[in-house]
């Protein structure tokens, strides 16, 4: 299957979040939710920075799903990323020019975001800017229309670096 149509597919149930819940409730016999502490949001081109923040999370013993290691071979990529967006305590998104130019980052914030507010979780998401690029209007339109009581956190690698700022963030957030 190619990547455009998987995508479209993704897109689709994105979009439609309220019409296709009952299908994303369906759990294939090869999807193996891990229950990780947090799901990493990224584009492929932020991978050095990526790298960084799981180097961080395995000093403290922060378990995490990121696409390049987590997927099991011969599993459907969108239902696993779909169930581990949904099963993980935190949903981190590495904003930058090339995850706003990412259908696939954008689709994954909107699928959680939904879930959140749909769900009634607590805070946890939590976009980690990783550049001065400026933010698309969804991104900003889910930073201001989050819930007073669960907004969603913000914040700059460059002010809040992530050792030991976003690494504190997330451990007290799964309050460790």
């Not at 904003?95 to 607590?122: I, P, T």
């Amino acid at each position: 299957m190619s990547r455009a149509i998987l995508f479209g597919f993704y897109a689709f149930c994105a979009f439609n979040f309220v019409k296709w819940q009952k299908f994303a409730n369906f759990k294939s016999s090869k999807i193996f939710p891990m229950n990780y502490d947090v799901f990493i949001s990224y584009s492929r081109k932020d991978t050095i920075i990526a790298d960084r923040i799981c180097e961080a999370f395995d000093k403290v013993g922060i378990s995490y799903f990121i696409d390049r290691k987590c997927i099991p071979v011969g599993c459907v990529i969108t239902d696993v990323i779909l169930e581990n967006v949904r099963s993980a305590k935190i949903y981190l998104v590495l904003a930058s020019k090339n995850s706003y130019d990412s259908g696939w980052v954008e689709d994954g914030l909107r699928y959680r975001w939904h879930l959140e507010r749909e769900e009634n979780r607590e805070n946890s998401i939590i976009l980690y800017i990783i550049d001065d690029s400026e933010m698309p209007f969804f991104w900003k339109f889910v930073l201001d229309h989050s819930l007073p009581s669960r907004s969603i956190g913000s914040f700059n690698m460059r002010d809040f670096p992530i050792e030991p700022y976003l690494v504190d963030k997330v451990l007290g957030m799964l309050e460790r």
